[in-house]
């Protein structure tokens, strides 16, 4: 039976290798569910060792447990998507929780239902659907779980740069409290270096400005830290960038031009903070990316959106993966008429 733990063993050796090389690609979070999804079945497998009753047992609770938490979760995201159309407005993104939270219920309304009316397409139509929807479920879980383990990573040793990256401004001016967020933890890791007795790192706030907006963001960023007591000859501008791949890509620029062998850590808010990761990865920044907390219920919400970007991102495999599977889906219920 040992051997049933051999390939959970192998992914998890995979795991710490590929997260001892970088930890901010996509590829650890996929080998940290595949790890534990082979665990999973290799506990299972385990059962035939254990009395009939304790098995039973089991059986009741890996079936009845996670139906019970899918459910549970549907409705707290269709909870959680009122709080936020209340609180934040009707826009697309604000959506995201209250229909990821009626597409659960739905499926699992589908579910029940299909099997009633006895019809071989539909219930082929159903299992295909359960398939495509099965994977990009994994892959959140896996996204999910990763970004949690990520946040928890810390700033250790000394660093050049505190880059932080930028967001709307309110009026076109001001920073709104997300944005403080960042700025807040910014100004703790540059008094954390300060307490260390290292040279001051600079800091770095990263925005242009936008077509609605009065000044770029770097700029009332900047006035904010001063506000706050960071002399500003500790802080230098990135105010050309639009999106978060410019804004890793001038600010390298700029710490490249002072320091090529420097160290630096990027803050953004922690739902962001994994994808933020895989960008500073993408461009060749040289640090890891630390997350400022945010409003908790504007945290499901805003994870889901993260997840959608990244699983767009990597939309070549992903839409191949569920190309193949309706195939699959398509060719049984053809081969069941």
Known sequence: MVA???LPALLFLALCVS???????????????????????????????????????????????????????????????????????????????????????????????????GSTALNGIAATL???????????LCFLGYA????RIKVRGDVDHVVLLGSGLI???RVPPLL?????????????????????????????????????????????LIAAGVPAEHIVLEDRSTTTEENMLFSREIMEAADPGYRCVVVTNNFH????????????????VVGSPTARYFLPSATLREFVAVFWEHRTVNLWICGVLVALGATATLAAA
């Open 19 to 117: 997260a001892w090389k970088d930890r901010r690609g996509f590829r650890n979070a996929v080998l940290l569910g595949l790890t534990s999804l082979t665990l999973s079945f290799a506990l299972l497998l385990q059962l035939t060792a254990l009395p009939h009753w304790a098995a039973l047992s089991v059986l009741v609770l890996v079936l009845t447990l996670p139906t019970a938490c899918v459910l549970a979760v549907g409705g707290f995201l269709v909870a959680n998507g009122v709080t936020m159309v209340r609180k934040e407005g009707g826009r697309p993104p604000n959506l995201l929780s209250l229909l990821a939270g009626l597409g659960i219920f739905a499926m699992t309304a589908l579910l029940i239902t299909v099997p009633w009316f």
């Open 273 to 288: 903070a994994f994808r933020a990761a895989m960008m500073a990865r993408k461009t060749g920044v040289n640090g890891q």
């Open 171 to 173: 009026g076109g001016e």
């Open 180 to 224: 403080a967020s960042r700025l807040r933890k910014g100004q703790e890791i540059y008094a954390a270096q300060l307490a260390r007795g290292s040279r001051p790192p600079l800091l770095l706030p990263s925005g242009g400005k936008g077509s609605d907006e009065k000044v770029p963001e770097a700029r009332a960023m900047a006035d904010w």
């Open 4 to 6: 049933a733990f051999l």
């Open 130 to 140: 359960t398939l495509v929807v099965a994977y990009v479920a994994f892959l959140f």
């Open 148 to 151: 949690f383990l990520y946040g």
